[in-house]
């Protein structure tokens, strides 16, 4: 078995010509040297250290995976030499502002980087998974007195940080917490003593790095019930003055699959804690986080995919069994399978998804760099409803996706998917975990359309869609893309709106038709983007045009059964 | 973590009240005393055995699993008892000849039985689960003598046996074959020499029986070249006197799943072996193992989705999270997540699989029984070619429904799904192997396209389609299962069969809608199950009314999308 190879000219291709990102990131003030050949040096760099260092760990990773024992916990055979050569080298801090140490490049950058470092080992790459965010939370959260003594650590990775948020009876309900944060008596810090156990905690205990930052949701005395009465603190593992905090790694998960990454229950036993932000704000901080990584894990569900079909396309192109329909092989010889249809309909429909992906994840990407430094509040508040409304879309459709299309993968291998040795059924375990994690995919839907679509009547997605359609040539050859965004916008305004907003509509039906919603607009992104790609490379060639038929012929058609499922829904019967 | 339990109350009013086989079975000479009690008693103790002997073991199965050490094969802790308490109470024998030494009951109590120990034990049951195959390929083609030493310990399950066919180089393709087989010079039985290397042998090595009866797929010197030229052979662990045979297992895969069953690399040494049926014959005779054993795949996909599904079901109605619309719980009181409408929606529509399932495969176990013991040549035509297009169906529809049906059910248990914990994630891992082995379900699609709906213009399926109207009232509340059925019939004499065989057909249309043909079907299936199981109980108990709704809410709206597609394929743009 190989190991993963970042293939960054397929990536450049799309960032560069597709989305044409040199133009729009010159266009803001903190950006105006990220021309297309710094993009290049950067995304080759960053091919070449995930290609020899990282993604040649990913094996052992599931081998051996993580162990525990006494509390402490050893990380696979590799994965602390090549953390140590990936944040000396500078990567966490790709996007972190120079004056926190960082190299203030844009967020695209670290997206694409993310892409590759999942694609080549997940495992390895929930370590530094988390930085960013927490890195955004510090900055813009955490007292001075907390920033200077850890923002740096954070913003360049020499430590790594924890997000504390799920309890055994609080997963995808975190108004349930019960972790308690008491103010310590006599503490010149003005600290508070954390006691509770969290668990699902990625990274919680490891040897990657000699500090770990924890941020922990918790209760303080007399707060309300539910999510309003949430707190943010942050508990290191070891303080400034080398002691040890009084918080502990119970055990760690037995999980289907991301054995690099240990899983940790987490108990904190009155561990003194700085509170970060405005008491009971402690999940708007927390939510700088989550958004980051929600975005974080579409794009493992993209690499995931692409680590998937490499496996498979190589595979295909190697074995040979039966006679292809039309065969001009010599008689008796069978035919590479990729010349089958069955095969080369899974091979397709992935690259449709992979390639569609990207645009609609860099240029996501793109829209946080704009939100971010664009001077214009107008094209800031269209970056906004771009990223608020596609987040969720990006994390639970290519997340669904990187599983079952690896599940694909791994059917062409035949038996030979099924054994450990080829290494696919390794991504089928570790994918489908992102479908769950970050806010189940389930939980994207409704926040998709429930806290995003319908509380300003649609405006925001309608806005959105008309831009899909302007960022269109108005030409005969994108005339199918342009009419399924239409098709959604119709919809929206003339079934799902009025019937939803009806008084006699039931109160559940919105939920019941929110998944089939997300899939949808997924479906349009996807068209939107399949003719970008092609308006960028019109001649078409093979590598593209390919895949391009293959959305139209395998993907696409879910579109109509969507629509179908919605209007059945929202009409009694 | 429960171990699973039958149900088989819901198994029998299927069997009794869907499809009435006390009935039909009394019709058959060989079953006048299958009435409802002694079809009741053996589920019953059937179910009762599954579920205190075999069950509990199946997480340590998955945990130990099947160890190999030099050259032998130690199965998981308590695998060899449950196998001689199985055999010894007479459970493989159930519907072996009596004068095998079997009990002679119908084939379709088999059928449910191995689909109550897939669902509760996928890895133990792989051991026993080519029994009968093996059995019939004996009884039919084996010499007198070979049946006087091999048929009665095979039709008890006294001994096991295994079924040689996949070499490295050959997979789906058996016709590269290359093992071979060369006549023993002065061997006073007439034996052959076996030479050559078999992978992916289900217990090919074991210690659950004393002895292992191998029938292996080989070519006799100057035999053609492609299938014809393979015959087939028998080849025990021992021989009578004692000595063992030149069979060495010379490893076992380490796989996703499906631990407790061994799946060996086996080299044979010249191996003397005895011919089984005709030289060249090999595949005709390895079909009757074949078709028995693509029947069992499919009611492993029904069991392990029932599995998956308890589980999840349990766990919905336990775990509180978040509150669902129209919520009647105390204020800040979260509900059960089987009242949120994304879980509910995921749960009926495994249910609407699961008991359509156990419809379409009772009745096809039941046309095998009527197949074999009708008295009149016209029903046995059409019992022929019910199990000849519906087989491929049930291996490949039911097989993907297990597997992104056991993820499913896992999605209900969030994160605590990913963990090993609570068993879900073993339910995935196990069922990823059904849509492989077999047959791909890729291949199940060619063989009902290519060689079953095709080759006779359509006759068989469109017979098949009109048994199935007749089958429901015609009554309004079948209407819409009476459409679905007709809608194919139509599809399939107005668009696939003149579009096919048209001389401008590309040569590979076919194999591009193979897939998508046999989804059709499939779902053309369940319609007319549900509307048999609504015909049943017309009351429309909640238990089965709302798993009816689910069918048509979230399952069938893929049928006309496999129409589109169907139709975009055959329309060349």
């Given amino acids: 078995m190989n190991s993963f190879q970042p293939r960054t000219d397929d990536m450049q291709f799309i960032l560069q010509q597709v989305l044409q990102a040199p133009a729009q990131l010159q266009a803001l003030p903190a950006h105006t040297e990220a021309d297309e050949a710094l993009m290049q040096q950067v995304l080759e760099e960053a091919g070449k250290f995930v290609g020899e260092v990282v993604a040649p760990l990913n094996r052992d990773g599931d081998e051996t995976g993580a162990q525990f024992r006494d509390g402490a916990v050893t990380m696979p055979p590799g994965f602390r030499d090549a ?57 813009h959260h955490a007292s001075d007195a907390l920033k200077a003594r850890y923002l740096k650590k954070v913003a360049t990775g020499e430590w790594l940080a924890t997000m504390c948020l ?28 954390l006691s509770g156990t969290k668990i699902f905690i990625s990274g919680g205990e490891h040897d990657l790095t000699d500090n770990i930052v924890h941020l922990v949701l918790a209760r303080l ?11 943010l603190f942050l508990c290191p593992k070891f303080y400034s003055d080398g002691s040890r905090s009084a918080v502990v790694c119970e055990r760690i998960e037995e999980k289907m699959g991301l054995h690099g990454s240990p899983t940790c229950v987490m108990r904190f036993d009155e561990a003194a804690a700085w509170i970060v932000g405005e008491p009971g704000k402690g999940l708007n901080a927390m939510f700088v986080m989550m958004n980051a990584a929600r975005l974080h894990v579409g794009l493992q569900g993209i690499g995931l995919l692409e680590a998937a079909w490499q496996k498979a396309d190589t595979y295909a ?27 080369r309909r899974i091979l397709d429909a992935q690259r449709a998804w992979i390639d569609a992906g990207r645009v609609v994840a860099y240029r996501t990407a793109l829209e946080l760099d704009t939100l971010k430094h664009h001077p214009d509040p107008e094209r800031r508040e269209s970056a906004s409803r771009w990223c608020s409304l596609v987040t969720p879309v990006l994390k639970s459709a290519w997340t669904d996706q990187a599983f079952t299309g690896a599940s694909a993968c791994l059917q062409v291998f035949g038996g030979h998917g ?36 319908l509380p300003d009547g649609g405006q925001a997605l309608l806005h959105v869609l008309a831009d899909l359609t302007d960022d269109l040539i108005d030409a005969p050859q994108y005339q199918r893309a342009r009419q399924a965004i239409e098709q959604l916008a119709a919809f929206t305004r003339q079934q799902l709106l009025p019937r939803l907003q009806s008084p006699d509509a039931p109160i559940d039906t919105a939920q019941w038709l929110a998944d089939d919603f997300l899939r949808a607009l997924a479906l349009v992104l996807m068209a939107w983007a399949w003719a970008r790609i092609d308006m960028a490379d019109p001649g078409g060639t093979t590598r593209w045009s390919t895949a391009h038929t293959g959305f139209w012929r395998w993907v696409w058609p879910e579109f109509d059964m969507r629509l179908a499922t919605m209007n059945a829904t929202l009409t009694p019967a």
């Fill in 418 to 453: 099924y054994v450990r040795e080829w290494g696919i059924e390794q991504h089928v375990r570790d994918a489908r975990v992102a479908m769950i994690y970050e806010g189940t995919n389930e939980i994207q839907a409704i926040d998709l359309l429930l806290r995003k679509v």
């Fill in 83 to 139: 953390y140590q050569a990936f944040w000396q080298a500078g990567w966490p801090s790709l996007a972190c502002a120079t004056e926190d140490g960082g190299q203030g490049l844009p967020t695209v950058l670290e997206a694409m980087l993310y892409e590759m470092l999942s694609a080549a080992n997940h495992g390895w790459t929930m370590a530094p998974g988390l930085l960013h965010g927490a890195y955004e939370c510090i900055k």
């Fill in 221 to 231: 005395p007399d707060s309300p019930p539910g999510p309003k009465g949430l707190s």
């Fill in 317 to 343: 192109k190697e074995r040979r069994q039966m006679r292809a329909p039309g065969s001009h092989s010599k008689a008796g010889e069978a035919d590479a399978i990729e010349a089958h249809p069955a095969m």
């Fill in 166 to 193: 799920t309890e055994p009876h609080a997963g995808s309900d975190l108004g349930l917490v019960r972790t308690r944060a008491v103010p310590l008596t006599n503490d010149k810090e003005g600290r508070y003593a």
